[in-house]
């Protein structure tokens, strides 16, 4: 019983100290991983930005090149975080890219 509670205790302490420290290298470390498998994402939502704010034609010309370069971007800067993710470049761990993530809001 004293086990039982002893990892239940040790659990909850590791699971706050995790939480406490998610502003740095592991959030830049899960940054970087989702930033690597979703920046293709940038393609069709850029198209669909576009749409809305432009109409048909943008979308249709403009919206896949602006959306390849913001994918490109942002794949890259999450190979560099994952990279680096050990490192507190740029300042404090931020992201090189805004929003941090591809379905994040605009700051």
Known sequence: ?????????????????????????????????????TGWLEVPLEIGRKNSSEGAASAIFVGPFTGLVKAVCRTFSGVYDVCTFFIAA???????????????EEE
């Open 90 to 104: 740029p300042k404090d761990y931020d992201s090189l890219v805004k929003p941090d993530f591809v379905l994040g």
């Open 1 to 37: 019983m004293r086990k039982v509670i002893g990892s239940i205790l040790t659990a909850i302490i590791l699971a706050v100290n995790f939480y406490a420290y998610a502003q740095g290298p592991a959030e830049k470390f899960g940054r970087g991983i989702a930033n690597t498998a």
